[in-house]
């Protein structure tokens, strides 16, 4: 069976620390991305990544970052974090544009507050 | 980019019909997807639609997509209380990337 591995299903940080989010797909895909979902505003892309070692913004860049050193993990990294960023973040991945139905397969979500 | 819309919450009684409408702006979006997530969950896929379909049925879930009003619905028949759950549509451009454009999502409450 397919698989989204989030590493912490619930997560609770202090402002200004730095935050990991891990994310490990098991079914070689090319393509990973990071959600976050907020009540009333759906899911919004973060980043994603098509490669290893290689990373786009999406819509909601501004204080994340992401590391994709191998194919089958891509981490969220919030550098300093801050209350507005308490989130559900979701990771998901694909095969590549042209192939298949393109859809994305999701990791149970990670749940973060900041306070 | 593309725009994604939908209804934001629906109530129904079990045993009734659930249809969860969207509208979409771009045209070229190539495939188009409905799903679903329960509490505390990631997002599933119910199923999906390519753009060259009118219509898609599987077991209970019918899709019908009307390309020249861009518009995009899930019939569920014979709705359950389990089928309570936020119900995402969302769009796959024809762009280079596997990007898609998800809506805010349908919250569907299936009252016994």
């Known amino acids: 069976d397919v698989k989204v591995t989030q590493s912490s299903r619930y997560l609770v940080k202090r402002t200004g620390e730095k935050v990991f989010l891990e994310c490990v797909q098991d079914m070689d895909h090319e393509n990973m991305f990071w959600y976050r979902q907020d009540p009333g505003l759906g899911l919004r892309l973060i980043y994603f990544s098509y490669d290893v070692k290689m990373k786009e913004k999406g819509d909601i860049p501004e204080g994340y970052s992401v590391s994709r050193e191998k194919k089958e993990r891509f981490s969220l990294i919030l550098e300093s974090a801050s209350t507005n960023q308490t989130s559900m973040y979701l990771c998901?991945?694909?095969?590549?544009?042209?192939?298949?139905?393109?859809?994305?397969?999701f990791g149970e979500g990670s749940r973060l507050t900041v306070l | 980019g593309e725009d994604v819309e939908q209804s934001l919450f629906l109530s129904v009684r079990e045993g009734d019909s659930s249809v969860i409408n969207c509208t979409y702006t771009?045209?070229?979006?190539?495939?188009l997807y409905w799903y679903k997530q329960e509490p505390g969950a990631g997002l599933q896929l119910l199923t999906y639609?390519?753009?060259?379909?009118d219509m898609k049925q599987d077991q209970r879930l019918t899709v019908l997509l009307n390309k020249k009003d861009k518009h995009l619905s899930l019939r569920i028949a014979d709705t359950q209380t389990g089928d309570s759950a936020i119900y995402f549509c969302?769009?796959?451009?024809?762009?280079?990337?596997?990007?898609?454009?998800f809506g805010k999502g349908t919250m569907l409450l299936v009252s016994p």
């Open positions: 998901a991945s694909s095969t590549p544009a042209g192939s298949g139905t393109g859809e994305l397969f």
């Open positions: 771009d045209s070229s979006s190539t495939y």
């Open positions: 969302a769009g796959r451009m024809n762009s280079g990337y596997s990007t898609l454009t």
């Open positions: 639609i390519f753009s060259n379909m």
